[in-house]
């Protein structure tokens, strides 16, 4: 039976679905309108979502508008920032690599933050969840390793872009969670959803800025393709909703671990969207992803 403290779970759950549909949305759009006009759509068209989602947190749970102090705002733009830059290299490595090895690995994230968690905000994790995000990145690296690419320079590419989407992803975790837990004064539900508002509220305001500067042509291809970038927007803040309520009664690491099972996900996305078929090394890395997280929830 599922308490306050174990919420987190379906919580995550229902993120990583989101998560997935969203990239896989965001990955469709690279091609008309780049790799940051792509990143863009999921702040842009997500941040009046995000608004509305605490409207309706605030009606139903009755609480203030929180208005946290100096600690909050550091937390915060580590968060956003952290994210824009990670969510464009996810995209750039989406664009050199398949679907389900890119995504397999931006989930070394999860190790990177347990490190992090630990090192910023203190989070402990006790043994078996230790050895639980091992097994679990273990079956993550199987899965996204290659047999002989390792001596195909033009395999670093991807590779290191992956990994570095994923080292930024952990920060971005861990920043978003130390905002949520200095909002003072209301339910965790008020908080991960104020801390939702302005993290895609900066996130909104620095990419747009950026491409006026840059790129302008790019805004008027979003606007352009308004359908789809709206919806890609509303799956979005859905999805960062349900990790932000996740962050809220958990360590990052371990709502990050229980994340895994996007890579499974991800298959099935990749297998009846992109035809990309699977072969025995990643179903093997599967099962070990599989049990990395079963042991985390057991944990």
Request: proline content about 4%.
């Amino acid at each position: 039976m599922l308490t306050l403290a174990s919420l987190w779970i379906p919580f995550t759950i229902v993120a990583a679905l989101g998560q997935v549909a969203r990239n896989a949305m965001q990955r469709s759009l690279t091609g008309p309108l780049g790799t940051w006009g792509a990143t863009n759509i999921r702040f842009l068209f997500g941040f009046p979502f995000s608004i509305l989602f605490f409207v309706l947190v605030i009606a139903a749970t009755g609480d203030p508008i929180p208005w946290p102090g100096a600690a909050f705002w550091p937390w915060l733009l580590l968060g956003a920032l952290s994210q824009i830059l990670a969510t464009g290299l996810m995209l750039a490595a989406m664009n050199e690599r398949s679907f389900v090895v890119t995504t397999a690995y931006l989930k070394t994230e999860a190790i990177q933050t347990a490190i992090f968690g630990f090192v910023f905000l203190g989070d402990h994790l006790d043994l078996w969840k230790v050895v639980a995000i091992l097994i679990a990145t273990v079956g993550v690296v199987i899965t996204a390793l290659r047999p002989g690419n390792a001596r195909n320079l033009a395999s670093l590419r991807p590779t290191l872009l992956g990994l570095a989407a994923a080292a930024a992803f952990a920060l971005s975790a861990v920043g978003f969670r130390g905002a949520i837990i200095v909002v003072p004064g209301v339910s965790f539900v008020t908080a991960a959803s104020f801390t939702l508002v302005f993290g895609l509220g900066v996130q909104t305001l620095v990419l747009t800025i950026y491409l006026l500067a840059r790129a302008p042509q790019v805004l008027r291809d979003i606007l352009r393709l308004w359908k789809p970038s709206m919806l890609a927007g509303f799956v979005g803040a859905f999805a960062s909703q349900f990790w932000f309520l996740a962050f809220a009664l958990t360590a990052a690491a371990n709502v990050r671990t229980l994340a895994l099972v996007e890579v499974l996900f991800a298959q099935a996305v990749a297998y009846y969207s992109f035809k990309q078929p699977l072969s025995a090394r990643e179903l093997g890395g599967t099962a070990l992803i599989v049990l990395g997280v079963a042991l985390l929830v057991a944990a």
